[in-house]
T-cell receptor
């Protein structure tokens, strides 16, 4: 099992450019998440999905869009990149939450994005 | 006030030392608690869940005090390989669809030295 994979690993964008980050998991997890991690701040939830065809906003959704057309894939899009979106982006997946969120979230290796 | 607060460190300790990390959380509705480990430039990985009665996994012991809204992690006999950032994570209901929202602390950095 590859677990959770992310592409690309690194990317540099100019302000105003667009891009899509791809996340794939082979664990048959229902839930998938996109986080960003910035210095001095904990991981913050951007968007998440509780199943194929569904998405919802997290804490910091502005400037991002997502799609989950297939259960194993979760795409994060930046339509018009801004320097404030320079960050490390992590995708994660888990089984459905069950009681009190006891299921572990498995993270991908991250994408380092710089917007100049 | 941050929902989850940790001392950022770094904690520089000699190999073999015992080190303790503390974490406080502000939302009394929090239901589950975890410690994740994150190596430099890597993804977070679950180290252990934290239960009310306290739990131990080898050299690692986690404690939860719900009344004080306080979580701790104790590492005994530190190894060089324990050098990493330790993230305190709390979970509560909050996602549309019934899921739980994880809130991450900023992490405490540990450096174990020879």
């Amino acid at each position: 099992n590859a677990g959770v994979t992310q592409t690309p690993k690194f990317r540099v964008l100019k302000t105003g450019q667009s891009m899509t980050l791809l996340c794939a998991q082979d664990m048959n997890h229902e839930y998938m998440y996109w986080y960003r991690q910035d210095p001095g701040m904990g991981l913050r939830l951007i968007h998440y999905s509780v199943g194929e065809g569904t998405t919802a906003k997290g804490e910091v959704p502005d400037g991002y869009n997502v799609s989950r057309l297939k259960k194993q894939n979760f795409l994060l899009g930046l339509e018009s990149a801004a320097p404030s979106q320079t960050s490390v982006y992590f995708c994660a997946s888990s089984y459905s939450q069950g009681l009190a969120g006891k299921y572990e979230q498995y993270f991908g290796p991250g994408t380092r994005l710089t917007v100049t | 006030r941050k929902e989850v607060e940790q001392d950022p460190g770094p904690f520089n300790v000699p190999e073999g030392a015992t080190v303790a990390f503390n974490c406080t959380y502000s939302n009394s509705a929090s239901q589950s608690f975890f410690w994740y480990r994150q190596d430099c430039r890597k993804e977070p990985k679950l180290l252990m869940s934290v239960y009310s009665s306290g739990n131990e996994d080898g050299r690692f012991t986690a404690q939860l005090n719900r009344a004080s809204q306080y979580i701790s992690l104790l590492i005994r006999d530190s190894k060089l390989s324990d050098s990493a950032t330790y993230l305190c994570v709390v979970s509560r209901l909050g996602l549309t669809g019934g899921g739980n929202k994880l809130t991450f602390g900023t992490g405490t950095q540990l450096k174990v030295e020879l």
